[in-house]
């Protein structure tokens, strides 16, 4: 069985899945992993008729703790302050707004049916008012379960909760230290962490209606009770024994007084082994990802594989990126002829909008097929228009060496070393290509001269390429050929 029917067999009552991800950089492609994954289950929840919900969190009132470098400069006085407040680095809106759009454009291109929030507006809203009073009224025993999780002592003026200064804006230097049961006293400490430095301020102020936010893993845990959330999946990094999942869902048990949502840790994208990170230029950013693979073929990565497994991904100079269009070919072959496999279904989950049969030509043909001229009117033809657009890019920016070729404008060097029977033979194909042909046809007939003139298969499709690419493989040679001006060709070997 499929892993995620697995996952969610058996299950009673109404279902609420939740994700969330801080707008404060580029998406990563892992980054997608929890939206599609979650979609999925969404996805056969409503198959079976349950009363599901799906929403995904924009959490764009956390503090802005980190920049991308090219950022450094013009927002780094920013730093400590709720990526709300803080402006876009295009100058229009906010710094969260201009992350939020590009994932909202991914979500679109990848069919994620999920109902979008903002932590900002529903801390304004109030959303979180009622679980506001409860864990500044628990203080104290939010400190004892941090301190059996982290075993160390937690102070007692250590209260779960951060205000934005009214002074300075920022929210990651302050620190409450006291709560009357109305207002938090609060203080905007210089020294309270390394990335941001407070303005000294202290007051009293209320802590609901978007005064200042929980710390994350009391968030979370807010968030889970506040929406009876049932289903949400997190990244490995969260996941670790002792780490912010199990510190939220034992808040949400202890405090909270509810069950844990079902807890899904998935696995993170390998790159050689090592754990992919777009900071570092290692590994692929979403966008990059849907360049070059189809929407179908980026939530088929996402789930082919069940989330507690790793995937090695390091497409740039490997077949990895057209071996994974055969896997998912064969997935869309296994779909439609209705066997019951686990392949099957994930191609089946991999679909945005409405069941697309993929085209049956390999991708690493199609490959060829863009690098040759005149093959346009084929690919329209066979209706390959958007398959060759990802073609294109994996050409240019991953395929090896060995798979990118380009017809010579000049009679290549390599020439030199064809022999006299090589020759003769490029001769008896430049006079059948005055008949006219189908490429399956011509292909057949490459191999008929070759035997004609006791010649090696080999030895005969090496001539073609060395003439016309200038080196000693290429794509299908009768297509190739076919594909190129005629007379260009025929002066090509006549002059060889
Ligand atoms: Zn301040």
Redesign the pocket.
């Known amino acids: 069985m499929f892993w995620a029917d697995k996952l969610l067999e058996g299950r009673k009552g109404r279902e609420w899945i939740n994700d969330a991800w801080t707008p404060s950089g580029m998406i990563h492609m892992g980054g997608l992993k929890g939206p599609i994954i979650h979609d999925v289950l969404f996805r056969i929840l409503k198959e079976q008729k349950k009363d599901a919900k799906y929403t995904f969190g924009f959490d764009d009132f956390d503090p802005i703790d980190g920049l991308p470098q090219e950022l450094l400069k013009s927002h780094e006085k920013y730093m400590g302050v709720p990526i709300f407040m803080v402006p876009s680095p295009d100058g229009k809106g906010s710094f969260g707004d201009f992350f939020c759009s590009k994932m909202l454009k991914l979500f679109k291109d990848l069919g994620i049916a999920a109902e979008i929030y903002y932590a900002s507006d529903y801390y304004k809203k109030g959303v979180y008012n009622d679980a506001i009073k409860l864990v500044l009224d628990n203080a104290e025993n939010i400190r004892k379960v941090y301190e059996e999780i982290y075993k160390k002592k937690i102070a007692l003026d250590w209260y779960p909760f951060q205000v934005i200064?009214?002074?300075?804006?920022?929210l990651g230097?302050?620190k409450v230290v006291d709560w009357d049961g109305e207002k938090v006293t609060y203080i905007?400490d210089k020294n309270l962490v390394k990335w941001a430095e407070?303005?000294?301020?202290t007051g009293k102020i209320s802590p609901f209606g978007g005064n200042g936010k929980m710390p994350f893993k009391v968030e979370w845990a807010a968030k889970w009770w506040t929406f009876k959330v049932t289903i949400e999946g997190a990244g490995k990094d969260h996941a670790s024994a002792g780490g912010t999942y199990d510190v939220a869902m034992k808040i949400c048990r202890d405090i909270f007084k509810k069950d844990p949502p079902l807890k899904i840790p998935y696995e993170f994208f390998l790159s050689q082994g090592k754990k992919m990170a777009s900071s570092k230029g290692v590994g692929l950013t979403g966008e990059d990802l849907l360049e070059v693979l189809s929407p179908q073929v980026v939530r088929f990565l996402m789930i082919k594989t069940p989330p507690n497994q790793a995937v090695e991904f390091s497409p740039r100079g490997t077949d990895l990126i057209p071996k994974l269009y055969d896997d998912y070919q064969r997935a869309s072959d296994a779909y439609f002829k209705k066997t019951k496999d686990e392949q099957a279904r994930a191609f089946e989950l991999s679909q945005t909008e409405k069941l697309d049969r993929p085209p049956i030509i390999r991708f690493s043909v199609l490959a060829q097929w863009v690098q040759m001229p005149n093959m346009e009117s084929e690919i329209k033809k066979e209706g390959l228009e958007k398959w060759a657009e990802y073609a294109k890019v994996w050409v240019e920016k991953y395929a090896p060496e060995s798979e990118k070729f380009l017809v010579q404008k000049e009679i290549p060097d390599a020439v030199k070393e064809l022999s006299q029977k090589q020759k003769e033979f490029l001769q008896k194909i430049s006079s059948e290509l005055d008949k006219k042909w189908d490429a399956e046809d011509f292909q057949k007939n490459i191999y008929e001269c070759a035997k004609g003139l006791d010649m090696s298969s080999k030895d005969a499709f090496s001539a073609i390429y060395i003439s016309l690419l200038g080196k000693d493989h290429g794509p299908k040679a009768g297509w190739l050929i076919l594909s190129l001006d005629k007379t260009f060709v025929q002066k090509r070997f006549a002059e060889i």
Not at 165 to 170: A, Q, R
Not at 198 to 201: L, R
Request: glycine residues 24%.
């Open positions: 200064c009214p002074k300075c804006g920022k230097t302050t905007c407070g303005c000294g301020n």
